[in-house]
């Protein structure tokens, strides 16, 4: 799915194209390299991220397990987590952030506090 979104630049209009696989593969890759860094360099024991076909599970051994993946379908990024249970999210073109189709909660800071909460350590920084 492509939008379109049409701004005025210096009288000129100007259109920004919007790709559904390419964004959430990367705030996918993005959400997997920071927490996969973090977690390593924090010490996080019982820590384990992976990032395949499309779905980035973030382990945190017995306290909990955090499941994202894109649903191309319906163009929607869906979290399962241990802290707040299962959401989906839709990319919001105007903020150029995901946010949770009910709540409109932004999805990253959302996910570091709840990590930060599972995991007992603090340092997280998801937002780009």
Same mark, same amino acid.
């Given at each position: #799915? =492509?939008?379109? +979104? ?17 964004? %959430?593969? &990367?705030?996918? &890759? ?11 360099? +924090? ?9 395949? #076909? ?16 894109? =649903?191309?379908? %319906? =163009? ?10 299962? /959401? ?13 189709? &009910? ?9 570091? =506090? ?5 995991? /007992? ?5 998801? &937002?780009?």
């Amino acid at each position: #799915m =492509q939008l379109f +979104a049409t701004t005025a630049d210096g009288g000129h209009q100007s259109r920004l194209k919007y790709n559904f696989n390419d964004s %959430v593969d &990367r705030i996918l &890759r993005h959400i997997h390299d920071t927490v996969e860094v973090w977690s390593e360099d +924090a010490g996080v024991r019982g820590s384990d991220t992976t990032f395949e #076909m499309g779905v980035v599970t973030l382990s945190f051994g017995s306290r909990g397990t955090f499941v994202l993946n894109k =649903q191309t379908p %319906v =163009q929607e990024l869906w979290l399962s987590s241990p802290v707040s249970g299962p /959401s989906h999210y839709t990319f919001c073109d105007r903020t150029r952030t995901w946010r949770d189709k &009910r709540s409109r909660v932004e999805l990253l800071p959302l996910l570091e =506090q709840e990590i930060h909460k599972i995991s /007992s350590s603090t340092g997280l920084k998801l &937002r780009e």
